[in-house]
């Protein structure tokens, strides 16, 4: 059974940084993209950063980028977000999910809050 | 603003059909970038419901389908059910933003 399981979330003063894990189990991790996908407080779903199996191809939001930083260690079958530079619009629900194909999202994990705030 | 247009929301009795919509152009689903669809339901993950335009991952009951023709896709629940009643969010890859996108979103509600 495929697993995600993310981790870091909390609560950051805006300007400040945060790393995100997720821990994949169950599944061949090196051969499948991975993602993370933000869900704000009442608002849907935005996707914030992909990364392919192999880890050389990153792609982000525009809302994000040269802010977040996406990585994989494939030794560890671990994603990470490194988020810098936080803004109190990123405050959101951060969910991590397996990129079948880089096309489609499948499963998700149960996601980490993350509260940017002062 | 989502460059993918959905309804807010939709309603339907318990056993009745209902379609939700999701509208893009042509860089995205126009493009010919398949539409997938995923369910919300509250307090819980967000769960892949239609994949690749019109395919369902097993374990998804056939009343949920999906369709795609030029720049917009729909899905479609028959026979609805008070269970159904959750966020429904479609999703393709835009290539002028270089990047994957996600509908609005649509509420169903089963009155």
């Known amino acids: 059974e495929v697993q995600l399981l993310e981790s870091g979330g909390g609560l950051v003063q805006p300007g400040g940084s945060l790393r995100l894990s997720c821990a994949a189990s169950?599944?061949?991790?090196?051969?499948?993209?991975m993602s993370w996908v933000r869900q704000a407080p009442g608002k849907g779903l935005e996707w914030v950063s992909a990364?392919?199996?192999?880890?050389?191809?990153?792609y982000y939001s525009d809302s994000v980028k040269g802010r977040f930083t996406i990585s994989r260690d494939n030794s560890k079958n671990a994603l990470y977000l490194q988020m810098n530079s936080l803004r109190a619009e990123d405050t959101a629900v951060y969910y991590c999910?397996?990129?079948?194909?880089?096309?489609?999202?499948?499963?998700w994990g149960q996601g980490t809050l993350v509260t940017v705030s002062s | 603003q989502s460059v993918l247009t959905q309804p807010p929301s939709v309603s339907g009795a318990p056993g009745q059909r209902v379609t939700i919509s999701c509208t893009g152009s042509?860089?995205?689903?126009?493009?010919?970038?398949?539409v997938n669809w995923y369910q919300h339901l509250p307090g819980a993950v967000p769960k892949l419901l239609i994949y690749?335009?019109?395919n369902r991952p097993s374990g998804v009951p056939d009343r949920f389908s999906g369709s795609k023709s030029g720049t917009s896709a729909s899905l479609a629940i028959t026979g609805l059910q008070a269970e159904d009643e959750a966020d429904y969010y479609c999703?393709?890859?835009?290539?002028?933003?270089?990047?994957?996108?996600f509908g609005v979103g649509t509420k169903l509600t089963v009155l």
């Open positions: 042509s860089s995205n689903i126009g493009a010919g970038y398949d």
């Open positions: 169950g599944f061949t991790f090196s051969s499948y993209g």
């Open positions: 999703q393709s890859y835009d290539s002028s933003l270089s990047g994957w996108v």
């Open positions: 990364i392919s199996g192999s880890g050389t191809g990153t």
């Open positions: 690749g335009n019109s």
């Open positions: 999910a397996q990129a079948w194909e880089l096309n489609w999202f499948d499963p």
